[in-house]
């Protein structure tokens, strides 16, 4: 079982950066497959970021070169580093762990970027 907590959240204007953090507590924090994903008001939920138990990394076309992902197994936490922020990236913001089948969502975190 793992239950991920989301952080990091806020109001920034367009251009600035946020730091999302996950904590997901559990011993199978290290086997698992983290993802970041948001949804937009009105919007269906969309896969932003993930980093495999190995550390190999993956993201959407409108996070490349702008998001980084990044996890630290001690600390059973997963990073999201978003630059360069564009009103679009408006969203809330859930963490996901991925163990074999089993999907485990965090509550989310609210993303809003100004213009």
């Known amino acids: 079982q793992l239950q991920p907590v989301e952080s990091g959240g806020g109001l920034v204007q367009a251009g600035g950066s946020l730091r999302l953090a996950c904590v997901a507590s559990?011993?199978?924090?290290?086997?698992?497959?983290m993802k970041w994903y948001r949804q937009a008001q009105g919007k269906q939920r969309e896969l932003v970021a993930i980093?495999?138990?190995?550390?190999?990394?993956d993201y959407a076309d409108f996070a490349k070169g702008r998001f980084t992902i990044s996890r630290d197994n001690a600390k059973n936490t997963v990073v999201l580093q978003m630059n360069r922020l564009k009103p679009e990236d408006t969203a809330v913001y859930y963490c996901?762990?991925?163990?074999?089948?089993?999907?485990?969502w965090g509550q989310g975190t609210q993303v809003t970027v100004s213009s």
């Open positions: 996901r762990a991925d163990v074999g089948q089993r999907e485990f």
């Open positions: 559990g011993t199978l924090f290290s086997v698992a497959s």
């Open positions: 980093v495999g138990s190995g550390h190999v990394t």
